[in-house]
């Protein structure tokens, strides 16, 4: 059975349909779920698209964290669902306490958007359970607060649960390690700066994202 | 009772505050050559009603805590008078 992944919709989300797509295109079942929803009904996987959730107001996913979705969201990842936050959506998650630490304005004060080049760190996330450690991908990047930023002891937690997933092989934002995508401590809650779904399809001049999302639905078929 | 509250929130020290530093790095060019530490923050102010002022000042505490700072990066100064 294909993996049922709802695709929250903040007001301010804009890679929700991108997500849908790319998801689709995979063989998933992608549904897109309004922030106002209580419930998520029967979905075997969560992405919190990137975007501006609630215009950014005060910090970017400081008012998303309070929309009743977020509710059903931590209930789901709680259970051991997959859930998957891309940018404006790792922003939420960090908010939302699923995910430590924050992301800061970017180092240099410039909004980025462009490819870069990643290191899969670990393959224990939903992300890349089907990615070999090591593999290097290119993918876009877009946004202005990715600089991620978290105090020591987290960050040794960080390295010694091996739960950093993505590193920047050549930082373009002041990320602390050169994160640029990290997990949970059970790996099933994953937020990360780059917009796999942007390198989905040849036309967008890369596929290296599609293993990305292949890992995430068939981490999902397993739970469905 | 009706409040007046002023939040300051800043970065906590030892946070990187790229907005302070490139506004540091403009001054010289306008001759403002002795100006050093800059840091940049956002106040909020708002109006609140309570019993007293301590409670008005627990809520603020709270609402700092759990809505207007990211205590992972952020920290706030708090401000509450008596509405003018």
Redesign the interface.
Known sequence: MSARIGVVVFPGSNCEHDVAEALEGLGGRPRLVWHGADDLGPLDGVVLPGGFAHGDY??PG?IAR?SPVMAAVERFAAAGGPVVGICNGFQVL??ARLL???L??????TFLCQPVDLEVVSSRSVLTTTVEVGTRLRIPINHFEG?Y???AATLDQLQSEDRIVLRYLDNPN?SVADIAGICNARGNVVGLMPHPERASDPLLGSVDGVGLLRSLLSAAAVLG | MRYDVLVEVR?RPG??D??GA?IERALPALGFTSVRAVRTGKAIRFELDAPDEDAARAQVVELCER??T?P??EDATVSVEPAR
């Open positions: 005060l910090r400081a309070f960090t908010e430590p630490g924050a800061q304005k970017n180092r240099g004060l600089n930023t978290c105090d002041g | 970065l946070i990187a790229p907005q490139t809505f207007l990211n992972v990066i």
